[in-house]
Nanobody
């Protein structure tokens, strides 16, 4: 079982910054994907930023240039640096990790989620 523990959320004014942390219970390089999603009230959970198994990064268009995902393998921790925050960034932010295994011709993927951390940006 994989445990993901987020921290760093809070209340910030528009234009401010926050850094989220996600501590994993195993090596972050064991994940095929790891990163951040967010869910605003009444909306679906959407990708914010992730690392793929190849080491590349994916960002939602709305956060490009403002958010940066990074990782510390020594701490098995993934970070999300959020700058120039806007009220529309208000959401619960979830850490996400996936483990993909192959057995013969079949690929299995297991998804894991943290408990979420609230980010509120006031105008």
């Amino acid at each position: 079982q994989v445990q993901l523990v987020e921290s760093g959320g809070g209340l910030v004014q528009a234009g401010g910054s926050l850094r989220l942390s996600c501590a994993a219970s195993r090596s972050i390089f064991s994940f095929s994907d790891v990163g951040w999603y967010r869910q605003a009230p009444g909306q679906q959970r959407d990708l914010v930023a992730t690392f793929t198994s190849g080491g590349s990064t994916n960002y939602a268009y709305s956060v490009k240039g403002r958010f940066t995902i990074s990782r510390d393998s020594a701490k098995d921790t993934v970070y999300l640096e959020m700058n120039s925050l806007k009220p529309e960034d208000t959401a619960v932010y979830y850490c996400y990790a996936a483990i993909t295994t192959n057995k013969g011709w079949t690929r299995y993927k297991s998804d894991y989620w943290g408990q979420g951390t609230q980010v509120t940006v006031s105008s």
